[in-house]
C-alpha cells in the first residue's frame, strides 16, 4: 500500500513524495481491512479518508459509534515495504519524503502505544525516508514521543522523524500549538487544511526570556537566542475539497504567508 503520490523540492532536487500506512483497522462487523479514525474536532467533518474507508476499504464511517466495531493491527507487510524502498534509496544515493498515516491519526487513543512502538522503531532504521507526521491530537504524539525516546534512551526523536498539527481554526491552533513545540524532533509543521477561518500565529524563532531579560538570563537557549526544540519550521495551508466543502477566504491565506515571511 506504500503509494508515491508526487515529486517535491524548491531546490531542484526533487525527491519522491509517499504514503503509507502501517496500522489499519479490521471492521469487526464484516473482516474487512480498511482504516478507523474518530473525529475530533470541526476540521473532521467533511473527512476524505472516511469517504475513502466507506466506499472502497472496511466499510466504516468516520463516527464515534463506530469506535467498537474496528479492531487496530500492525501491518508488517507494510513496514517490510517500507524497508524495502530505504533500501532501494541507499543504493540509489538518494532520499524520500513519506506522509504515513494519511487515513487515519496515529495519535487517537484507540492506537496503543505497543503498536506505535514496533512501527516508529522502523521507522527510526529508514533513515533514507524522511517521515511527517501529522496529528489533530498533539498531547497523545508529545507523550508517545517521550515514551519512544526514554524508551530507546534516546534525547529526542529519530532526526528523519518530523511532527505537525492541524490548525484549521483559532481555538484548534491554540489548543495544539503549545504540544507541538514540546515535541523533540528535527522539525515542526502546522497543516492550516482545511483553513475555516483566520490565523494569528506565533512563529518566533527567539527566546523570548532572552528577548526580555538578556541572554545571560537564559535557561532555556543557553545564551544562543533560540530554544532548542521551541518554534515552528514551515507552514500547509489548503481549503476544504470534496462534496460540500465549506468555502475559504483568499485573504486568510494571504495572511498565513505575510506572517510566514
Known amino acids: 500500500d506504500i503509494e508515491c503520490v508526487r515529486e517535491w523540492g524548491s531546490d531542484g532536487n526533487y525527491k519522491p513524495g509517499y504514503t ?3 496500522i489499519k483497522a479490521i471492521n469487526k462487523l464484516n473482516g474487512k481491512r480498511g482504516h478507523f479514525c474518530c473525529p475530533c474536532s470541526d476540521g473532521c467533518q467533511k473527512c476524505y479518508a472516511s469517504r475513502i474507508n466507506v466506499a472502497r ?4 464511517e468516520y463516527k464515534a459509534q463506530n469506535r467498537k466495531h474496528a479492531e487496530f493491527f500492525v501491518d508488517r507487510n507494510e513496514l517490510a515495504g ?3 524502498l530505504n533500501n532501494k534509496l541507499t543504493k540509489l544515493n538518494s532520499r524520500a519524503y513519506c506522509f504515513p498515516f494519511d487515513m487515519t491519526d496515529f495519535a487517537q487513543d484507540e492506537i496503543k502505544f505497543e503498536m506505535l512502538d514496533e512501527v516508529f522503531e522502523v521507522f527510526g532504521k529508514c533513515e533514507r525516508i524522511t517521515f511527517m507526521l501529522l496529528t489533530k491530537r498533539p498531547k497523545r504524539m508529545l507523550e508517545f514521543f517521550d ?4 524508551v530507546n534512551n534516546m534525547v529526542s526523536m529519530p532526526v528523519n522523524i518530523w511532527a ?3 490548525a484549521e481554526n483559532q481555538k484548534e491552533y491554540d489548543n495544539r500549538y503549545g504540544d507541538l513545540l514540546n515535541c523533540k524532533v528535527s522539525r515542526r509543521f502546522l497543516s492550516c487544511e482545511p483553513l475555516l477561518g483566520p490565523l494569528e500565529l506565533d512563529l518566533s524563532t527567539t527566546c523570548q526570556r532572552c528577548e526580555e531579560y538578556g541572554a545571560h538570563e537564559c535557561n532555556k537557549c543557553y545564551g544562543t537566542g533560540h530554544e532548542p526544540f521551541n518554534f515552528i519550521h514551515f507552514v500547509i495551508a489548503g481549503g476544504e475539497s470534496g462534496p460540500g466543502a465549506r468555502p475559504a477566504n483568499p485573504d486568510w491565506f494571504r495572511s498565513i504567508r505575510d506572517q510566514c515571511e
Open 57 to 60: 476499504l472496511n466499510g466504516l
Open 147 to 150: 515514551h519512544f525516546a526514554g
Open 20 to 22: 503509507s500506512n502501517p
Open 82 to 84: 517500507l524497508v524495502t
Open 164 to 166: 505537525g498539527v492541524s
